[in-house]
């Protein structure tokens, strides 16, 4: 479907053009805002587009005008043509009369063109300066509003967790998770979730720690992430899965935990982008490992 440039209304295909053909006007779409784009910039978003519209209305009525002006330069042409073809004057006379009106409109065209020119430079640099000043107040907003505190129905905010993964500090966001669903559990002094921690969980939290780690990753690291990589070594969505069997040991492998058949310390963790899928969040710090696959639950 087709739409128009809110300042020209020229018609363009969204998502394959950047900025409008015409007046280069800024088509790009808003980034997704968690919580929708406040109000208020939209207010100031339609005054912005409004204004610069009137910059291209006028730029439009300026051109007209110089268009009109050159029909008339025209008019006065073919009026001196139809003159000079009554004239009786000598091959000469009329000659040099031509040459000198030839040599004058060319001059007028001249000054026209530079007039032109240097109104469509001075309209076109208005409308940078302003599509400037609209994706820095975007910019400005969607910094605000990317620092908009996250907070749970159970009360616990997230907003810190978001900016140290935001900003790649994984090592930071690794034990800031931990911490956090410790306080959310209420085992601040144990350090540790067990089954029934982990069972009771929120549902909500669950899924606010997962969301920030999956985003910021680009989806490398969570617990989704890790709870599809369990399924995948033979795992049951429950968490569950055959005794006997060596599933936990394949997921070990699978996103790094164990080396050369040996669990790895947290000391000797990996805490950069690069490490494998489903690497982070470190698990140890949570539970006993014989509790791995219940921890991977389903919401």
Not at 43 to 69: G, P, T
Not at 190 to 217: A, C, M, Q, T
Request: proline content about 4%; aromatic content about 10%; hydrophobic content about 35%.
């Amino acid at each position: 479907m087709m739409a128009k440039c809110p300042v020209c209304e020229t018609e363009y295909t969204p998502n394959e053009v950047e900025t409008c053909s015409v007046c280069g006007y800024d088509l790009t779409p808003y980034p997704p805002i968690i919580g929708g784009i406040p109000s208020g910039f939209l207010e100031k978003e339609k005054k912005r587009i409004a204004a610069a519209k009137r910059v291209w209305q006028l730029s439009q009525s300026q051109v007209e005008s110089a268009q009109l002006m050159v029909s008339k330069v025209q008019s006065q042409l073919d009026e001196m043509t139809r003159k000079i073809d009554g004239f009786t004057q000598s091959q000469s006379q009329l000659q040099s009369q031509i040459k000198a009106i030839a040599s004058q409109l060319q001059s007028q065209n001249k000054a026209i063109a530079s007039q032109l020119q240097s109104q469509s430079q001075a309209i076109a640099s208005q409308l940078q300066s302003q599509s400037q000043a609209i994706a820095s107040q975007l910019e400005s907003i969607t910094e605000a509003v990317a620092d908009t505190p996250i907070v749970s129905y159970s009360g616990f905010d997230y907003s810190q967790l978001n900016r140290l993964l935001k900003s790649g500090q994984w090592k930071a966001a690794d034990e800031k998770t931990a911490k956090m669903m410790c306080r959310v559990a209420g085992k601040t002094h144990d350090g540790y979730l067990n089954y029934d921690d982990i069972k009771n969980f929120p549902g909500e939290d669950w899924r606010i720690i997962d969301g920030l780690w999956v985003k910021h990753s680009r989806g490398r690291f969570g617990f989704s992430v890790q709870k599809q990589i369990y399924i995948n070594c033979g795992g049951l969505p429950d968490g569950s899965y055959p005794k006997g069997d060596d599933i936990l040991e394949r997921y070990g492998d699978q996103v790094g935990w164990r080396v050369g058949r040996s669990w790895i310390l947290k000391s000797d963790c990996t805490f950069a982008a690069i490490a494998p899928c489903g690497y982070l969040p470190f698990w140890p710090w949570l539970y006993e490992w014989y509790q791995v696959g219940h921890s991977l639950k389903s919401d």
